[in-house]
């Protein structure tokens, strides 16, 4: 899944040839704590017995991830930024059940050259 | 009368857990050297600098990631083996079959954008204590595991071949 940064531009490289950095403008950051639903939870103690992907856990976290992208992106264009460079996933538990996915970066102002 | 039925479920989940574990590993290892085979043309680098011939070209961030559990046999034998040590096959398979397939969805991502190469690739595992509030069992949780794959893909350069970064 790619991420939907709709005009932002997102990679975890920090160093672009072709391009160049004009300006930095700090670290954004984004994160969202999740829970799944009692259901879902109980489907994957299920498929669980048969092992394999649980691909209501994946969804939820793929939603999670682009939901704490999308809180950095707003950060990113709140600044005036038109790219996040060296962007980094963390994934943290809180308690049984829940989730924290994090996404940060450095919001930079990015130009092709020549 | 009660420990009996319990017992014959055990079994049966046994049972279950190891022939559709079975097919559903080969299944998975069948579509995963498939897919492989086809995406054969990306190519991963974990270094950071793209090389010279991809400058001004676009790029993006590409992901791939994967929730893979551990059938209830397997999760048992893994259990008995602890107690010597020793290699766990159950879970090897399992991170394995994970990651192989976290790394194919973001080669995937990164085809539908064109890029023939993906920089800076990272992997992560991170294990999800999602168990204990919805299983009925008890103290044991599930066995499973993300195994997370992400990168920047960089589409390929106008004349690809000639400057194909494996023949630099």
Redesign the interface.
Known sequence: MGYDASGIKLSNIEYFPGYAITQHLGLVQGSTVRAKHVGRDFMASLKNIVGGELKGYTELLDESRQEAVDRMVAQARAVGANAVINVRFSTANIAAGAAELLAYGTAVVLEKRG | MGEIIALGIAVI?LI??FV??SI??SQ?YRSIKIREFRLRRILLFNE?????Q????E??????????????F?QMIAGLKGLFGGRLGSFEA?LDR?RR?AIL?MKE?AE??GANAI??V?L?T????????????GDKG???A?L?A???AWRAPADADANHPQGR
Do not use: W
């Not at chain 2, 950071?48 to 010279?52: E, G, I």
């Open positions: 989940l279950v857990g559709f574990g559903g590993q998975h950071k600098m793209p090389p010279a991809y400058a001004g070209q790029f993006t961030l590409v992901c791939g990631s994967v929730i893979m559990g551990c059938d209830y397997r399992m994970g397939e969805r991502d539908r954008m920089f800076n990272r992560e991170s294990t999800l204590s999602f168990s204990q509030q919805g299983n009925r069992k599930l066995a499973c993300e997370m992400y990168g920047t």
